[in-house]
Nanobody, 120 residues
């Protein structure tokens, strides 16, 4: 059974930091690109950061560049998102996503999400 379980969200003041973590199980983690998405109230879901299956390629939304860092540990089946210099506009539910090819089929899995609230 595929599972993606996020943790690390919470309430933080502007300028603060949070580290989100996603633990994956039920699929071959190292074969999958991993991403963090977020959905703010009243807005579309958006990609925040992505890391390739090898970890050699990382991509960030413009809003995340210079503040967020995505990393993965294939030995632990985890992907983290270090978020620094947080702003109120970073408030959203953050979702972990796994996307990869198994055989001839592309799979995409989602976690339940973790709430991040940036407020004074």
């Amino acid at each position: 059974q595929v599972q993606l379980v996020e943790s690390g969200g919470g309430l933080v003041q502007p300028g603060g930091s949070l580290r989100l973590s996603c633990v994956a199980s039920g699929f071959t983690f190292s074969n999958y690109a991993m991403s963090w998405f977020r959905r703010a109230p009243g807005k579309e879901r958006e990609l925040v950061a992505a890391i390739s299956g090898t970890g050699g390629s990382r991509n960030y939304a413009d809003s995340a560049k210079g503040r967020f860092t995505i990393s993965r540990d294939d030995a632990k089946n985890t992907v983290d998102l270090q978020m620094n210099s947080l702003k109120p506009e970073d408030t959203a539910v953050y979702y972990c996503n796994a996307r990869g090819l198994e055989g001839l089929r592309w799979n995409s899995y989602w976690g339940q999400g973790t709430q991040v609230t940036v407020s004074s």
